[in-house]
């Protein structure tokens, strides 16, 4: 009995949690897009960039900007934020590399929402480029 009662009540919370921003990769020009303001370079960490390294030097992948065992990676990226700012969709340019992809995708996340790139209320359909760039010397 007791195990009816919990059915409900479960699916009444996902119902009521918000859903959750997606991550897609795509090619595309955002150049137009209005730009996110950089509010800080907290959530770019080390450990990424260690990852990406990892990556690279395991030759699972080359990425843009990889000269040997450096890395200068520059890359521009589109988000689409509600009426609220709370980020819906990250789109990440395509870099023919899943685990790299996936790696830059969960750390741009990860840094949206803490606030390290915000919108400027510039556009009313809550579309923007932001940028993210770093070097890496392994």
């Known amino acids: 009995m007791k195990r009816l009662l919990i059915l409900p009540l479960l699916l009444g ?4 949690s918000p859903p ?5 990769v795509a090619t595309g020009n955002w150049s137009n897009l209005p730009k996110l303001k950089r509010a ?3 959530h770019l960490s080390a450990a990424v960039m260690m990852k ?4 690279v030097r395991e030759h699972k992948c080359a990425l843009p900007g990889q000269k040997g065992i450096r890395m200068d990676i520059t ?3 589109a988000t689409q934020f509600d009426g609220q700012g709370k980020l819906q969709r990250l789109i990440l340019p395509a870099l023919n590399c899943p685990e790299a992809e996936s790696w830059l995708g969960g750390t ?3 840094a949206i929402q803490a606030g390290d790139y915000v919108p400027s ?5 809550g579309w923007y480029r932001g940028e993210l760039s770093f ?4």
């Open 121 to 125: 209320g510039a556009n009313d359909s």
């Open 135 to 138: 070097e890496y010397d392994g």
């Open 20 to 24: 959750s921003p997606t991550v897609e």
């Open 40 to 42: 800080s370079y907290d």
């Open 13 to 16: 919370l996902i119902a009521a």
């Open 108 to 110: 741009l996340l990860q």
């Open 75 to 77: 890359f521009s990226f």
């Open 52 to 55: 990406l390294y990892q990556i």
